[in-house]
């Protein structure tokens, strides 16, 4: 069975409930999922984990600080070792969405695969963005090596 990490980093609790609709999708269509707050996500949730969905809200046109520190601490330990891991990124924001290049950029460094269009979910996620995120959750575990 395929295993999704969902990072995420949330204030206003937007970004959490888009996470667990993603989540809610990639466990439909067969993964296994692993649902963390970036603060709480660990360097080895990203080395075990088959996919993963980076999420976060707009921080002055820049990810939020929890999902740049769980980048911070997971970029050594995990160098070289999830090489092309397929991930999708989502954000939540208030106007803009500008931060989600400062996600994908990062994803870059740790060379993951990008295999869906990131989401931009603006407010609260409801109609079309919720099915950008069951679309991103299946598309995840669609692309996710089965051991």
């Known amino acids: 069975m395929a295993s999704i990490l969902v990072v995420y980093a949330t204030l206003s609790g937007n970004t959490k409930a888009a996470a ?5 999708s990639a466990r439909a269509a ?21 996919a993963v ?21 997971a970029f050594y330990p995990t160098q070289g070792q999830v090489t092309d891991k397929p991930y999708g990124a989502f954000l939540t ?6 931060a989600i290049e400062s996600i994908e950029s990062v994803a870059q460094s ?3 695969k990008k295999v869906a269009d990131a ?11 919720v099915a950008a995120l069951k679309s991103l959750g ?4 669609a692309s996710a090596k089965k051991p």
């Open 138 to 141: 299946s598309k995840l575990a």
């Open 110 to 112: 740790f060379k993951l």
């Open 119 to 129: 989401v931009l979910v603006k407010g609260k996620p409801e109609g079309p963005a």
């Open 93 to 98: 924001h208030g106007g803009g969405g500008k």
């Open 53 to 73: 969905a980076l999420g976060s809200y707009d921080a002055f046109s820049y990810m939020g600080g929890g999902l740049k520190d769980f980048f911070d601490r």
């Open 30 to 50: 067969g993964a296994k999922v692993v649902l963390k707050a970036a603060g709480e996500a660990q360097p080895k949730d990203l080395l075990e984990c088959d």
């Open 20 to 24: 667990e609709i993603i989540a809610d």
